[in-house]
């Protein structure tokens, strides 16, 4: 089995406590600073849901009144990947805010060209914070690199008293406070803790579906105490989120060897080595979960991840490699498991793999779906619409 391990042989067992995790509870250290006047903690709101993290500590997921830190690759090259995201937020009656006025992490900076510096990083993601919280609603992050990299920047905000006075004074010329929310939440861990929510409005039958999961290393390996775990999901030695809805859905979550693998966009990989990037992505990840899962599609929950997984098989295909695996996130997979449309929500034609056959298994009719958009798309050019709204898609 190449070195395979089988999911059934995973053992359930507890969790590591918090007393061997390798940093002090940022829930002590941020109260901490703001009992000396050093920030403002935004609280999360109720009601919330508590998930447990890898070293057994609890941690709030809000529902609702979320503030969405989009993604620059979401918006540019997936975007039915965010829409996804928002379309589940009406379909389970959720107040939400899409902001005009934030910006991007710029963690391009930090992790593939090293053109900027701490200060400046740090003071991007607390402006957003600070965005976030004169609204009243609470930041959840779509991106993961973002998300590790407001992790990373909290890190050095908690510890170095030089750098959060240099931030606190770039604050003070915006007119912002500087806020650290109490959780720094991914979007993929609010699908996670929404999981019953969204079975219960399921309407498309996964059982024949059979799910490879790519976890993103951005999630999980970046401060992994934040990431979630399960004893229930592969015996808590793998991150819970995505495997977890994936089940929920009734979809079989098969299991290879290379779980554990970067999707190979790497950052500065997928600027200065694409044919590296392109061939781990595709024979690091793509064959080998197709020599040992077959499965019917890839599942993951990062921007870059998608992006990577999904389009490196293009190029792949030319050289005859056994690919052609479509890849999704897990909001686009719950969102179509509800009764998204697949193009005008889910928006599966910028996708450059196959997933035709996969929409077929779920007992979709793409061709059918295809004219209903092409239709749109004849409304829009015509100026007949200026856009699409929610109501066209059914929410």
């Not at 993961?144 to 510890?159: I, N, Q």
Request: glycine share 6%.
């Amino acid at each position: 089995m190449s070195g395979l391990i089988p999911i059934e042989s995973l053992r359930r067992k507890p969790l590591p406590r918090p007393e061997d995790a390798p940093t002090r509870d940022m829930h002590e250290v941020v109260n901490e600073l703001e009992a000396a006047g050093e920030l403002i903690v935004h609280r999360v709101p109720e009601p919330y849901v508590e998930v447990t993290t890898k070293y057994g500590r609890k941690k709030k997921i809000p529902e609702q009144l979320t503030w969405h830190h989009k993604s620059c690759g979401q918006c540019g090259h997936i975007p039915g990947y965010s829409t996804s995201i928002y379309w589940l937020n009406r379909k389970l009656g959720f107040d939400y805010l899409d902001p005009t006025d934030q910006t991007s992490c710029t963690a391009w900076n930090y992790y593939a060209s090293a053109t900027s510096n701490a200060a400046a990083q740090a003071g991007v993601a607390m402006r957003n914070f600070a965005a976030a919280y004169e609204t009243g609603y609470f930041p959840i992050i779509h991106c993961a690199t973002s998300y590790g990299h407001y992790k990373e920047v909290r890190e050095e905000l908690v510890h170095h008293d030089g750098l959060r006075s240099q931030v606190r004074d770039i604050m003070a010329k915006m007119n912002k406070k500087l806020v650290m929310p109490e959780e720094i939440v991914h979007y993929s861990e609010w699908v996670h803790a929404m999981r019953d929510r969204i079975v219960a409005g399921q309407v498309l039958d996964f059982s024949d579906i059979t799910v490879t999961v790519h976890p993103a290393c951005h999630y999980y390996k970046l401060v992994q105490e934040d990431a979630i775990y399960d004893p229930d999901i592969y015996g808590g030695e793998r991150t819970a989120t995505v495997s977890a809805l994936v089940e929920s859905l009734g979809a079989t979550v098969a299991d290879y060897s290379t779980f554990f693998d970067c999707c190979g966009f790497g950052f500065r990989h997928i600027l200065v080595e694409r044919d590296f990037t392109r061939s781990f992505a595709t024979q690091r990840k793509i064959e080998v979960m197709k020599e040992e899962a077959d499965p019917d599609v890839v599942i993951t929950h990062d921007t870059g991840c998608v992006t990577t997984l999904d389009k490196s098989q293009f190029a792949a295909q030319v050289h005859n490699k056994n690919v052609g695996v479509p890849v999704m996130s897990d909001a686009q997979f719950a969102a179509l498991a509800m009764g998204a449309h697949p193009y005008r929500v889910c928006q599966l034609h910028w996708h450059t793999t196959d997933y035709t056959a996969l929409l077929e298994k779920m007992g979709i009719d793409w061709e059918a779906a295809w004219i209903e958009f092409e239709k749109d798309l004849a409304r829009l050019d015509s100026h007949e619409i200026e856009f699409l709204t929610w109501e066209d898609v059914g929410v």
